[in-house]
C-alpha cells in the first residue's frame, strides 16, 4: 500500500502546483482538479479494508501506474 500511498500524494502535490503555477489560465481550476482527484480517490482506497484487497490484484497494480503515468505527463504537459 506503501507504493500507491505515495502515489496518491504525488498526484494530489502535483495537481495543487499546477494550481499555483498556472494562475491566471483559462480552465485552470478543471486541469488541476483532473490530476488531484484521482490522487486523493488513490489515497482513500489504500485506507479503506475492502479496497485495499482490490488493489492487490495485479491488473489493478498495471492500470493504477498506467493512469497514474499519463496523469503526470498531462501535469507536465498541460499550460
Known sequence: MTNYRWGGY???AMGLIN???HTGHANNLSHSLIISIPG????????????????EKKA?????????AALIIYAGVNK
Request: net charge positive.
Open 10 to 12: 504525488l498526484l494530489v
Open 19 to 21: 494550481l499555483r503555477y
Open 40 to 55: 486523493a480517490l488513490l489515497l482513500l482506497a489504500t485506507w479503506t479494508k475492502p479496497l485495499q484487497k482490490t488493489l
Open 60 to 68: 489493478i497494480k498495471y492500470s493504477c501506474l498506467l493512469i497514474g
